[in-house]
T-cell receptor, first 108, second 113 residues
Framework: KNEVEQSPQNLTAQEGEFITINCSYS?????LHWLQQHPGGGIVSLFM???GKKKHGRLIATINIQEKHSSLHITASHPRDSAVYIC??????????FGTGTSLTVIP | NAGVTQTPKFRVLKTGQSMTLLCAQD?????MYWYRQDPGMGLRLIHY???????AKGEVPDGYNVSRLKKQNFLLGLESAAPSQTSVYFC????????????FGQGTRLTVV
């Protein structure tokens, strides 16, 4: 049983395309995180959301608490955006549940 | 501000050997976590700690032990390494609470042969 489901698992896009990665979860949460992991690299936190929408540069994250769904959007994608994007939710007990990640490749 | 630092970054062990992975954070976080990451699977929680002197089991604790003697350090021990423990290990820390943000270490790639 996966508490967090991401789609798609793999995504290839041409440079400049608008990209959407989706995350659905089944547990009650206090916050949702979008994480980025570059090949061979560590994990960095992109966003932490508990409601609404956040924007940072070309990245936008939204969350719908009622529908238990979040999306990560990348506008004007660039090859340097190629990475694995991981959705993680934090439950009321301060436990994280992770999706299996979406592997994004942006082709020049 | 170094954030979360893991040592070592890479290690190869023979079956049956023991080792300790160190996680250090300088953000005065209460919560610290050890995860393993395997291909095709999300990060899975091994053990975690909600404060100095406390530890608790996560989803996959067997074969691992942990200690949190100091607030800034969280150690993960493998007493007798097995090939099934070949994985990438990540440490994370957070302050805790509704607005908590997670910080991750760079990972430790462990191979058990």
């Amino acid at each position: 049983k996966n508490e967090v489901e991401q789609s798609p698992q793999n995504l290839t896009a041409q440079e400049g395309e608008f990209i959407t990665i989706n995350c659905s979860y089944s547990v009650g949460i206090s916050a949702l995180h979008w994480l980025q992991q570059h090949p061979g690299g560590g994990i960095v936190s992109l966003f932490m959301l508990s409601s609404g929408k956040k924007k940072h540069g070309r990245l936008i994250a939204t969350i719908n608490i009622q529908e238990k769904h979040s999306s990560l959007h990348i506008t004007a994608s660039h090859p340097r955006d190629s990475a694995v994007y991981i959705c993680a939710v934090l439950d009321s007990g301060n436990q994280f549940y992770f999706g299996t990640g979406t592997s994004l490749t942006v082709i020049p | 501000n170094a954030g979360v630092t893991q040592t070592p970054k890479f290690r190869v062990l023979k079956t049956g050997q023991s080792m300790t992975l160190l996680c250090a954070q300088d953000m005065n976080h209460e919560y610290m976590y050890w995860y393993r990451q395997d291909p095709g699977m999300g990060l899975r929680l091994i053990h975690y700690s909600v404060g100095e002197g406390t530890t608790a089991k996560g989803e996959v604790p067997d074969g691992y032990n942990v200690s949190r003697l100091k607030k800034q350090n969280f150690l993960l021990g493998l007493e007798s390494a097995a090939p099934s423990q070949t994985s990438v290990y990540f440490c994370a820390s957070s302050y805790g609470g509704v607005s908590t943000e997670a910080f991750f270490g760079q990972g430790t790639r462990l191979t058990v042969v």
